[in-house]
């Protein structure tokens, strides 16, 4: 079997290099590459915030940008502060799809759509629970 090196999301934007200042305000994100075209078109920007790496170019007519296309994976982000991540992306002009609270599933965490139409699951372990807690917590929260 082949085996995997890397994966990364790659995200279509209407505005890579605003979307490369907002990764970086939000989460402290590093550019790491960035390469574009002669009329200056980001075909490929990765970003990387600790141990994460994700990619970001301007969308075109093969990768078009929200709300034309796109835009339909929803990113799971993990981090030390919920809160204060939600906090740093809706200064960046994010919008809150659903606010930041603690979760019977033993996590902390809210659901942010960025400037560029990319949603965003900010969460934070709160509980180390078995994957039978999970389930029966999740069984109870959809029940009520």
């Given at each position: 079997?082949?085996?995997?090196?890397?994966?990364?999301?790659?995200?279509?934007?209407?505005?890579?290099?605003a979307a490369i200042a907002f990764y970086r305000?939000?989460?402290?994100?590093?550019?790491?590459?960035?390469?574009?075209t002669p009329d200056g078109a980001v075909v490929?920007?990765?970003?990387?915030?600790?141990?994460?790496?994700?990619?970001?170019?301007?969308?075109?007519?093969?990768?078009?940008?929200?709300?034309?296309?796109?835009?339909?994976?929803?990113?799971?982000?993990?981090?030390?502060?919920?809160?204060?991540?939600?906090?740093?992306?809706?200064?960046?002009?994010?919008?809150?799809?659903?606010?930041?609270?603690?979760?019977?599933?033993?996590?902390?965490?809210?659901?942010?759509?960025?400037?560029?139409?990319?949603?965003?699951?900010?969460?934070?372990?709160?509980?180390?629970?078995?994957?039978?807690?999970?389930?029966?917590r999740t069984k109870a929260m959809f029940a009520?």
């Amino acid at each position: 079997m082949t085996r995997i090196e890397q994966l990364y999301p790659r995200l279509p934007v209407r505005g890579a290099d605003a979307a490369i200042a907002f990764y970086r305000d939000a989460f402290g994100a590093e550019l790491v590459e960035r390469y574009a075209t002669p009329d200056g078109a980001v075909v490929h920007a990765l970003l990387r915030a600790g141990p994460v790496q994700w990619a970001v170019k301007d969308g075109d007519e093969y990768d078009p940008a929200p709300p034309d296309g796109g835009g339909s994976a929803i990113l799971a982000l993990y981090v030390d502060d919920a809160d204060a991540v939600a906090e740093a992306m809706l200064a960046g002009g994010a919008e809150v799809r659903f606010p930041v609270a603690d979760q019977p599933y033993g996590e902390r965490g809210g659901r942010l759509t960025d400037p560029f139409g990319h949603q965003w699951m900010v969460a934070q372990r709160t509980e180390n629970l078995t994957p039978e807690e999970i389930e029966e917590r999740t069984k109870a929260m959809f029940a009520e």
